[in-house]
């Protein structure tokens, strides 16, 4: 059984290996530093019945950012002041021995949940993230992430968007 946990020295950081070493390294050096001092904090997925450290599946990190509204489609920024709160998922990655078994979906969902946590107690106009490559933006778009018109590797998920994928 799968379970999303706050990364900690129970979990087996030095094992993990998504084919990208820089986002290996973060969770290897980075990650509990960065939770540490505020800067963003780190979910990961593991097996609830593995034995301590328990193997890392995949993982996540939110941070909370500041956006100028100018970034994103007209439709959007004309309604809104010239800076916007949201929360950038500064990365998310799944072991190669677990990619393409749902398990990205499954920290996306998560990730989804915790913006909405954070949207009912502080706002927050949505998720911002930015793809490593064009690969990794079709990943996010096929989740209902639209490319910024100034930089096609910087996505947006609107609220509205969360919120209904979390009702279905
Ligand atoms: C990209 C990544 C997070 C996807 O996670 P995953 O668990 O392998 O993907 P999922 O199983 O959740 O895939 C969900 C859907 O996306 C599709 N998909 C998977 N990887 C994809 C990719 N790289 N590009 C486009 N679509 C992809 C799958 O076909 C699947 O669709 P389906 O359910 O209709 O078959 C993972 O492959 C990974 O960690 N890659 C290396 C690091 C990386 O590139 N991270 C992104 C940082 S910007």
């Known amino acids: 059984m799968y379970k999303i946990e706050l990364l900690s020295r129970s979990h087996d950081r030095d094992n ?3 084919k990208s070493e820089p986002l290996n390294l973060f969770l290897k050096q980075t990650a509990r530093q960065h ?11 593991v097996d609830e019945t593995a034995v301590e450290p328990k193997p890392v599946l995949g993982f996540f990190s939110l ?13 959007l920024s004309k309604k809104l002041p010239r800076n916007v709160p949201g ?8 072991a190669k021995t677990h990619q393409r078994q749902g398990i990205g979906k499954m920290l ?4 989804m949940e915790k913006f909405l946590e954070v949207f009912k107690t502080a706002g927050g106009i949505g998720l911002f993230v930015d793809a490593k490559d064009a690969n990794a933006k079709s990943y996010y778009e096929q989740f209902g992430f639209v490319p910024m018109p100034s930089n096609d590797l910087e996505l947006f998920l609107p609220v509205s968007t969360i919120e209904d994928a979390l009702k279905t």
């Open 87 to 94: 929360i950038r998922l500064g990365r998310l990655a799944v």
């Open 35 to 45: 939770a540490d001092r505020g800067i963003s904090r780190t979910f990961v997925l």
């Open 63 to 75: 941070n909370i950012c500041q956006i100028e509204s100018e970034i994103l489609p007209e439709s």
């Open 108 to 111: 996306l969902g998560a990730a």
């Open 16 to 18: 993990f290996d998504c």
